[in-house]
């Protein structure tokens, strides 16, 4: 499967090496460090297959240190956004506070206008567009998450580019493809449903794919999109994604929900270079020794810090690995000096662990991450 998904990207890639490579513009804004790395593993795939490949990046996040390419031959042009006001770092105590729908809208309002502000810099960013300009790109590749960028497309007369999703093949991202949707078969992204529901359940999927859709069209386009029209009148982003030659989507067909598709779909799960693993420092071998059974990984990543969980479900969470004395836990927790597991013997936390190592060791049971 794995061989299957390589050989269809880089053949995809190929088409491009008639002419000895292309010339590609890959549009990956510094904002979200998952998106950066998944934007970034396009940018060195296509790279390594031999094609000019460019990254233009505007810093919209100071905490995100990394561009998220590792190619040398890769070239990046780069501003930074300097205006002082909240940003992910500021967002993210509120992510455990309250998670009501109210607040769940609150913080899609203040999302939104982060982006927009964002993309009115991106927009004046004059330099940089008159640089690129003088590329003559063949092709762009941007994400939907980054709606912005078909403004920049615009301001560089790009015309042929592709578009990509950082996640699955929910049924926002599915209505791209310009068919039909299915809400009584395939489970809307803010629901808990299975493919297999009930008529109650189907009349509930109905409802919370259309939340879903204005949910999601606001958190990720309405901001840029009010920037763009008031640079440019009449772009419209949700149709420019539409007009896309293809839609890359980062998941695998064999374990994505069944929906129906088209062949301008393309899935690009588990894409990249494969980073070897590197062995594990001793305070981490020792955890793995001492566990009878094995160890289980716990994790929120880089954008819902432990640190900021409310003490009533830190104690859920310790009190239920208390419940597994054979097993070990290494939790990502940022603040050493809280030092919540010292009365838990099987419970070890880091504010910093070398994921990729640990998940190649043989005696770990499971990862647990957000969704």
């Not at 950066?36 to 990254?55: E, F, P, Q, R, W």
């Not at 695998?252 to 129906?260: H, M, Q, V």
């Not at 859920?316 to 597991?341: G, M, Q, R, V």
Request: glycine share 6%; hydrophobic share 40%.
């Amino acid at each position: 499967m794995m061989t299957s998904l390589v050989t269809s990207f880089f053949a995809f890639s190929c088409l491009f090496s008639i002419s000895d490579g292309y010339k590609i513009l890959v549009y990956n804004p510094r904002f979200a460090p998952s998106h950066v790395t998944y934007m970034g593993k396009i940018a060195d795939t296509l790279a390594d297959a031999g094609h000019d490949v460019v990254v233009y990046q505007p810093i919209l996040e100071r905490t995100v240190p990394k561009n998220g390419s590792g190619n040398p031959n890769i070239r990046f042009f780069f501003t930074k956004y300097e205006r002082e006001e909240p940003g992910i770092p500021e967002l993210q105590t509120d992510f455990w506070q309250d998670d009501t729908v109210g607040k769940l809208i609150t913080m899609s309002i203040e999302m939104r206008n982060l982006r927009k502000n964002h993309c009115d810099f991106v927009l004046e960013d004059q330099k940089n567009h008159e640089l690129l300009k003088k590329e003559k790109f063949d092709v762009a590749v941007l994400e939907i998450f980054e709606g912005c960028g078909f403004g920049v497309l615009e301001i560089l007369g790009l015309k042929k580019y592709i578009v990509t999703h950082s996640g699955s093949m929910i049924p926002m991202i599915n209505s791209y493809l310009g068919i039909p949707q299915s809400p009584s078969s395939v489970p809307s992204a803010v629901s808990s449903n299975t493919e297999k529901m009930s008529f109650l359940q189907r009349t509930g999927n109905f409802v919370t794919t259309l939340f879903e859709y204005s949910l999601l069209n606001y958190f990720m386009i309405d901001g840029p999109q009010q920037a763009v029209s008031e640079a440019m009148p009449g772009i419209n982003i949700n149709q420019r994604i539409k007009d896309a030659a293809f839609l890359f989507v980062n998941s695998d067909e064999f374990i994505d929900f069944i929906s129906p598709i088209t062949l301008k779909a393309v899935y690009i799960g588990a894409l990249g270079r494969i980073t070897p693993s590197k062995p594990l420092e001793k305070k981490y071998l020792d955890i793995f020794d001492s566990a009878k059974r094995g160890v289980i990984y716990f994790s929120f990543g880089t954008v819902i810090l432990s640190q900021g969980m409310p003490p009533h479900l830190r104690q859920i969470f310790l009190e239920a690995f208390s419940e597994f004395p054979d097993i070990n836990f290494i939790w990502k927790y940022e603040s050493e000096s809280d030092n919540i597991a010292k009365d838990y013997k099987n419970v070890f936390t880091f504010p910093f662990l070398p994921q990729n190592d640990l998940l190649d060791h043989p005696k770990l049971l499971a990862f647990i991450t957000h969704g």
